[in-house]
């Protein structure tokens, strides 16, 4: 899968998800959407993980090794 691919899986399972602003997070971490998951390094795989859960309107978010 790729990363626009995670986008709009999330967007269609989460009623709370905003693609906007997950867009933004992963733009401003330079972090190209076409790219598969897969072929990413594990630590960008990480950061496509935390803008997945940070794009969501959540009233507390509880991270572990933030």
Not at 40 to 54: C, D, I, T
Request: net charge negative; proline share 2%; no cysteine.
């Amino acid at each position: 899968m790729s990363v626009k691919e995670v986008i709009k899986y999330f967007k269609e399972f989460y009623d709370n998800f905003d693609e906007e602003k997950a867009l933004k997070l992963l733009k401003d971490l330079e972090l190209d959407t076409s790219l598969k998951l897969s072929k990413m390094s594990k630590g960008m795989q990480e950061k496509v993980q935390l803008v997945l859960v940070m794009s969501r309107k959540a009233e507390l978010y509880i991270l572990d090794e933030p």
